[in-house]
């Protein structure tokens, strides 16, 4: 093989490996194994396999929301593409960008439309499943042409990295071993998000002017902040201007909730007491990565009027009613940094609070007696500390979290527009894995009910298996309780297995005595074994993986999840009162 050339299985994974990613997640199929074999010649990366390709999928996007930058997600052609394509579209939904490598059959194959095993019928197009992850996806490739494989590969890569969504390579079975030009891997990937320069200098000049005028600005941080990179920007804003700063239940813990200028989560009205008028009633917000979902605004009680909004999305920016189409926050909020930073004086900063620190209620200081919900999730919040990694699994955990007050640093990973029950098992093996890759100081806590626990607790295995020490807190409440709020409290639908011994879970999949891996596992029905618990400094320290099964009602809901209920019924009422046919 001559210097200048180098197999495309080779020229892929080190191209992945360029943008920052060390490990590959997923599992083996007979149609990717030789691509997976050229993974071993490539250092920098390590694969690591899931238990299926769903959890493999989830493990990516919360490894991604962790690092900063796509995952790698590898599975096999139809049987396991179409497993993990749950997990993509969570992905795709909420911006956890990841390079989706699908193995194929190989090209004469395809093109005699054998019917072959993961087909559907005789005749069958072998491409068929490429059309189903269309709405999933930026973009995509197939591997097909060896003269443009290596300028495909670059072209898909780089998208993920702009978009921070899913884009997938399709790879027949027969090209692993193609030979591309080497000598491209020499150019590093352009992956800048960059603006029409004309079009960000005007949005960039208007927000300033806004900024200079506002006699009540705020700033209102949400999650596509964080997942397109500006989580850093968004503090140093909030350090600069001194304005009152606020996240929302997917961003929460974007802002140091220690600061003195954090006012708490905002969520529309379903807000704690002066948040939601502290927003509403500011003359100029600055809102940064907005996802509008109904679950982030509080069942879509936002009420910020254009006038007062300085909106700085990924797809347009619109200063005070005026709208910027194609042009991307990163590099304006960049500038606004900058200019801010170079004279703070000319705008006034930082700004002196002219409100009075808005301060959360306690909602239950009780000592003793049953756990329940409003108890929880503020001392679980006390539990926390700097620099922990915290997922909040989709149900009360999402609705419970937003009440507790993060210490410094806190990075919360929680799914409550896409809301897939189980997703956090899958995605706290990522955010394990992400957390050793960067050496983050700080431990990793698993919140998850029961119920969806059932869904992918395989991959607590996993964690034991690749050695990695979360604390798991188990919400117990006997089944889908947020479904029980929403709809039939004591219909059967909602009811789950409780025949599992959440005792001996750690044991079953390996951390126990004959394997040389420690574990501990516990069970609170009262407060008062739960601060036990948590006071505990060997549960607490995150030397060895530990386990908690809190115990709560099942008809026990969090404040929020009533609240937003409220909302909603409120809202489908009215609408269906309008479509009703008059006689």
């Not at 929302?248 to 939601?276: C, Q, R």
């Not at 959360?360 to 999730?377: D, E, R």
């Not at 089944?479 to 409780?498: C, F, H, L, T």
């Amino acid at each position: 093989m001559s210097a200048s050339k180098i197999s495309m299985g080779q020229y892929l994974w080190k191209r992945l490996a360029s943008i920052g990613i060390e490990h590959v997640f997923g599992v083996p199929g007979d149609f990717n194994l030789a691509l997976l074999d050229e993974i071993y010649k490539v250092p920098q990366l390590t694969w690591l396999g899931t238990c299926n390709e769903l959890n493999g999928a989830y493990a990516a996007d919360g490894y991604a929301r962790i690092k900063g930058h796509p995952a790698a997600l590898l599975t096999t052609y139809g049987v396991g593409e179409l497993s993990a394509m749950n997990g993509v579209g969570g992905a795709y939904a909420e911006h956890a960008g990841m390079v989706h490598l699908v193995g194929m059959t190989a090209r004469p194959i395809q093109k005699m439309r054998a019917l072959i095993h993961h087909t559907l019928e005789p005749g069958s197009d072998h491409g068929i499943y490429v059309g189903m992850s269309e709405p999933i996806r930026n973009t995509h490739t197939v591997l097909w042409d060896d003269a443009i494989m290596a300028e495909e590969i670059d072209r898909v890569i780089v998208a993920g990295v702009k978009t921070r969504l899913p884009v997938f390579i399709y790879i027949p079975v027969d090209v692993a071993g193609v030979q591309l030009d080497a000598t491209r891997l020499e150019t590093p990937l352009n992956t800048a998000v960059k603006n029409d320069s004309t079009v960000e200098e005007e949005v960039v000049k208007a927000s300033l002017e806004a900024i200079q005028s506002a006699k009540n600005p705020i700033v209102l941080a949400d999650v596509l902040t964080i997942r397109h990179g500006g989580r850093d920007l968004a503090r140093e804003l909030v350090d600069l201007t001194n304005y009152q700063s606020f996240s929302t239940p997917l961003s929460k813990g974007i802002i140091d909730e220690g600061h003195p200028s954090y006012g708490g989560v905002f969520n529309g009205t379903v807000s704690f007491p002066g948040v939601a008028d502290a927003v509403h009633g500011s003359d100029l917000v600055l809102n940064l990565g907005p996802l509008l979902s109904d679950s982030n605004t509080g069942g879509f009680t936002r009420d910020i009027k254009d006038e007062n909004l300085v909106f700085l999305g990924h797809e347009f920016c619109q200063v005070k009613g005026k709208k910027f189409e194609n042009t991307h926050f990163l590099p304006v909020l960049r500038r606004l940094v900058e200019e801010l930073r170079k004279d703070p004086k000319a705008y006034g900063l930082p700004r002196t609070q002219a409100q009075q620190k808005i301060e959360p209620p306690i909602l239950n200081n009780s000592k003793s007696g049953q756990i329940v919900q409003s108890y929880t999730w503020q001392r679980l919040g006390k539990f926390l500390k700097p620099n922990d990694i915290v997922l909040a699994e989709s149900g009360t955990a999402q609705f419970g979290m937003p009440d507790a007050l993060f210490p410094e640093n806190v990075r919360y990973i929680t799914q409550i527009f896409w809301s897939s029950i189980g997703y956090t098992v899958g995605a706290t093996l990522g955010a394990l894995v992400a957390q050793k890759e960067l050496k983050l100081p700080g431990r990793v806590v698993l919140i998850v009910g029961e119920g969806s626990l059932q869904m992918t607790v395989q991959e607590i295995g996993s964690y034991i298996r690749f050695g990695f020490h979360p604390i798991i807190f188990v919400i117990n409440n006997n089944g889908y309780s947020i479904e029980r709020a929403i709809n039939g409290p004591k219909q059967q639908y909602n009811e789950v297995s409780m025949l599992w011994d959440h005792q001996k879970m750690l044991e079953f999949f390996g951390a126990r005595k004959e394997t040389g891996i420690e574990s501990k596992s516990y069970k609170v029905e009262k407060i008062e074994e739960m601060e036990k618990v948590l006071e505990d400094r060997e549960f607490a320290d995150g030397t060895n993986i530990r386990l908690c099964e809190i115990v709560m009602d099942q008809f026990d809901y969090p404040w929020r999840l009533d609240g937003q209920l409220v909302v909603a019924r409120a809202k489908a009422k009215a609408l269906a009162a309008s479509f009703e046919v008059k006689p």
